[in-house]
C-alpha cells in the first residue's frame, strides 16, 4: 500500500507594512524670522519662506540690483504721498509663508505697521533665475492674499509682466484671470495711483 505524505500549506503571503518616511518639519512665520533675527541664514543670504520650506534665492547679481535700484525710483516718485513703499522686507501672506518681495506697496506711513502687513495695495518682484517661481507659486499667494495688483519685471526678456483680477480657481486657491506682457515701448499705469503713467523702459535694467 502507498502512504500518501501531505505537505503542510504555504503560509498566507502578506503585504509588508508601508515605510513609514519622516515627515518633513515645516517653518512658521514667527519660527522663520525669530531665525533671521539671530543669524542663522548668514549675511547676505537671501531666503524666504513658501509653504513652511526655506527658499534660497542666491546671491544678486548686477543686473537684479540694478533693476531693483529703478523701479524703487520710480515707485518712489508715484507714490510719495499716502503710501509706504516696503523694499524687501516681510509681507504675513499665511501662517507658513513669506516671500519677502522686492517691493510691496502698501497705505500708510511705516509707522502704520508695528506688524508685518498681509497684503498690499501692488506688489513688484524682479526676476531673473527666479523667473518661475515668481510667475507661479509666488502669483498664486498674492492673489490668494487679495493682491489686485502684481508686477514681474523679466529682465531676461525685458518685459513687464502685469497680473491682475485676482479671481478664484475651481479646486480652491485663487489665480490672476488677467495677465499682460508689456515691452519697452509700453506704458502701465498702477491700480492705486490711476493717474500716474509709468514707462515700461524706466523699470527694465
Known amino acids: 500500500m502507498t502512504t ?10 502578506t503585504t509588508p507594512p508601508p515605510v513609514q518616511w519622516p515627515r518633513p518639519y515645516r517653518w512658521t512665520v514667527q519660527q522663520f524670522h525669530d531665525a533671521n533675527e539671530q543669524g542663522v541664514f548668514g549675511e547676505g543670504s537671501r531666503v524666504i519662506l513658501i509653504h513652511g520650506e526655506l527658499v534660497e534665492q542666491g546671491p544678486m547679481n548686477p543686473t537684479h540690483a540694478m533693476g531693483v535700484g529703478l523701479v524703487n525710483a520710480v515707485l518712489s516718485k508715484v507714490f510719495a504721498e499716502g503710501f509706504y513703499v516696503r523694499v524687501q522686507l516681510p509681507i504675513f501672506v499665511k501662517r507658513d509663508t513669506d516671500p519677502i518681495p522686492d517691493f510691496a ?21 524682479v526676476a531673473d533665475s527666479s523667473l518661475a517661481l515668481d510667475t507661479t ?19 531676461q526678456h525685458r518685459v513687464l509682466l502685469v497680473f491682475r483680477d485676482p479671481s ?38
Open 168 to 205: 478664484p480657481l475651481p479646486d480652491g486657491g485663487m489665480h490672476y484671470r488677467t495677465q499682460l506682457a508689456l515691452t519697452p515701448a509700453d506704458s502701465v499705469s498702477p491700480l492705486a495711483a490711476p493717474t500716474a503713467t509709468i514707462r515700461v523702459a524706466d523699470l527694465l535694467p
Open 105 to 125: 506697496v502698501v497705505v500708510g506711513s511705516p509707522r502704520d505697521f508695528p506688524t508685518h502687513p498681509t497684503t498690499a495695495a501692488l506688489v513688484v518682484e
Open 137 to 155: 507659486t509666488k502669483a498664486e499667494l498674492y492673489a490668494t492674499a487679495g493682491i489686485a495688483d502684481y508686477w514681474v519685471i523679466d529682465i
Open 4 to 13: 500518501a505524505t501531505l505537505l503542510a500549506p504555504a503560509p498566507a503571503a
